[in-house]
C-alpha cells in the first residue's frame, strides 16, 4: 500500500470526519472551509481513484454519487505501520523502538491491547 497524496489524506479526513456520506460538491466545501481551493474536477477524480483503491464506496442518488469511507483512519494508520516493519531488516527491534517512544498512556494503552490478544495472531491479521 502507497501512503495517500496530499489531496488524498485530505479528502480522506473529510471523510472520516463527516459521519455521512458526501458528494463531491460537498467534499470541495469542507476543503474550502479548511483553507484548501482544489478545483472541483481534481476532487472528483481523486475522489474516484480513493475508490478504486478500496477507501471509499459510492452510492448513486439522484443525479450524483455520495461517497463514504470503507475502512477506518484507525486502518490507515495500522496498514503504514505494518508496512514500516515490513521494511526493517531487524522488526523486533524496530517495533521496540517504537514502543519507546510512546507516552506513559499510549505504554498502558499498548500493554493493555498485547494482554487481551490471544497467544496466536488469528490468519487475518
Given at each position: 500500500?502507497?501512503?495517500?497524496g496530499?489531496l488524498?489524506?485530505e ?8 459521519g ?19 478545483a472541483?474536477?481534481?476532487?472528483m477524480?481523486?475522489t ?5 483503491k ?7 442518488q ?8 470503507v ?21 523486533e ?7 519507546g517512544?510512546?507516552d506513559?498512556s ?13 497467544a496466536e495472531?488469528s490468519?487475518?491479521?
Amino acid at each position: 500500500m502507497r501512503p495517500f497524496g496530499e489531496l488524498e489524506a485530505e479528502i480522506m479526513r473529510v471523510m472520516w470526519a463527516s459521519g455521512e456520506p458526501l458528494n463531491v460538491h460537498e467534499i470541495v466545501d469542507a476543503l474550502h472551509r479548511e483553507g484548501r481551493d482544489p478545483a472541483y474536477t481534481t476532487v472528483m477524480t481523486v475522489t474516484e481513484r480513493l475508490r478504486t483503491k478500496g477507501w471509499l464506496e459510492r452510492d448513486k442518488q439522484g443525479r450524483s454519487f455520495r461517497y463514504s469511507p470503507v475502512r477506518t483512519a484507525d486502518d490507515y494508520s495500522a496498514e503504514l505501520m505494518e508496512q514500516a516493519l515490513e521494511s526493517s531488516a531487524d522488526r523486533e527491534s524496530a517495533l521496540l523502538r517504537f514502543a519507546g517512544r510512546l507516552d506513559a498512556s499510549e505504554a498502558a494503552a499498548l500493554r493493555r491491547a498485547l494482554a487481551d490478544m490471544p497467544a496466536e495472531p488469528s490468519a487475518d491479521g
